[in-house]
T-cell receptor, first 114, second 113 residues
Framework: GQNIDQPTEMTATEGAIVQINCTYQ??????LFWYQQHAGEAPTFLSY????GLEEKGRFSSFLSRSKGYSYLLLKELQMKDSASYLC???????????????FGTGTLLAVQP | KAGVTQTPRYLIKTRGQQVTLSCSPI?????VSWYQQTPGQGLQFLFE???????NKGNFPGRFSGRQFSNSRSEMNVSTLELGDSALYLC????????????FGPGTRLTVT
């Protein structure tokens, strides 16, 4: 089966940097996504990693190590509006053929404090 | 470009009833996926449709069903509602066969009493 682990909650200070880790256990790999979800709203796409290394997008970066089954999301220059749930998801590697089926972790609730 | 729309946004039903939820993907998107989100289980995959064909199905009972129309709009139906079906139902659309980001709609909040 598939298992995706993330910390349940994290707290950080405005202006600081925070790293949210995600580990996954699957026998295959077909891409990893990070989404942000504010309370009561839909998830919004942040990043996609399919190869090892760092993908940078403004204040947000995501890293992937396929050999370790590990990814992290790095948020720099934290702002109050970054308080949200951050969801790590892998595309199901067990489906034959193309799929957009995502398997989500339970999410990390980030609280940014002044 | 308009985003993914879902109707209705809120719904209250009683046990035993059935419900139909609707999702209109972003124009040009042919892939539509449905997810159930609850506080305890997080986001769980229900089904995926592409070009009117169900490509994948999650581990939900047969009371959960869906379909996709030729204009890519999708509906999901839940029959014989149970209290545990109370959740946020999210629809996501994608513009490629696979391998691209998915855009989520605002969801339908279903409450079963």
């Amino acid at each position: 089966g598939q298992n995706i682990d993330q910390p349940t909650e994290m707290t950080a200070t405005e202006g600081a940097i925070v790293q949210i880790n995600c580990t996954y256990q699957t026998s295959g790999f077909n891409g990893l996504f990070w989404y942000q979800q504010h309370a009561g709203e839909a998830p919004t796409f942040l990043s996609y990693n399919v190869l090892d290394g760092l993908e940078e997008k403004g204040r947000f970066s995501s890293f992937l190590s396929r050999s370790k089954g590990y990814s992290y999301l790095l948020l720099k220059e934290l702002q109050m509006k970054d308080s949200a749930s951050y969801l790590c998801a892998v595309r199901d590697p067990y489906q034959r053929g193309a799929t957009n089926k995502l398997i989500f972790g339970t999410g990390t609730l980030l609280a940014v404090q002044p | 470009k308009a985003g993914v729309t879902q109707t209705p946004r809120y719904l209250i039903k009683t046990r035993g009833q059935q419900v139909t939820l609707s999702c209109s993907p972003i124009s040009g998107h042919r892939s539509v996926s449905w997810y159930q989100q609850t506080p305890g289980q997080g986001l769980q995959f229900l089904f995926e449709y592409f070009s009117e064909t169900q490509r994948n199905k999650g581990n939900f009972p047969g009371r959960f069903s869906g379909r996709q129309f030729s204009n890519s709009r999708s509906e999901m139906n839940v029959s014989t509602l149970e209290l545990g079906d109370s959740a946020l139902y999210l629809c996501a659309s994608s513009n490629l066969n696979a391998g691209s980001e998915q855009y989520f709609g605002p969801g339908t909040r279903l409450t079963v009493t």
